[in-house]
């Protein structure tokens, strides 16, 4: 079982950056698929970005350029630097890990993931 806990979430100005945190619980977080989605009021859960074990990043083309998805495997961390930040970058982010994994594949539909973080709250004004 793995336990995942975000933080880092708030509100900002538009143009204004934040970085996510979410640090998970056990000994093999290295060898988890990492990811990050955001579900807005009404709308369904949303792939943001994803990190493999490899360190491969993946992100969908409206955060691209402004967001940077990354992991610390000694602090069993991953973030999610946001830059630029946009009022529909609005909504609840949620880590979500998935494994262990040995391939290179990247995973991008909130189905494929095991196990989710509590979710944090960006709110960005205009």
């Known amino acids: 079982q793995v336990q995942l806990v975000e933080s880092g979430g708030g509100l900002v100005q538009a143009g204004g950056s934040l970085r996510l945190s979410c640090t998970a619980s056990?000994?093999?977080?290295?060898?988890?698929?990492m990811g990050w989605f955001r579900q807005a009021p009404g709308k369904d859960r949303e792939f943001v970005a994803s990190?493999?074990?490899?360190?491969?990043?993946y992100y969908v083309d409206s955060v691209k350029g402004r967001f940077t998805i990354s992991r610390d495997n000694a602090k069993n961390t991953v973030y999610l630097q946001m830059i630029s930040l946009k009022p529909e970058d609005t909504a609840v982010y949620y880590c979500?890990?998935?494994?262990?994994?040995?391939?290179?594949?990247?995973?991008?539909?909130?189905?494929?993931?095991?196990?989710w973080g509590q979710g944090t709250q960006v709110t960005v004004s205009s």
């Open positions: 979500a890990a998935k494994g262990p994994t040995y391939s290179n594949t990247q995973y991008s539909s909130p189905g494929l993931y095991d196990y």
């Open positions: 056990g000994r093999t977080f290295s060898s988890y698929a």
């Open positions: 990190i493999n074990r490899y360190s491969n990043t």
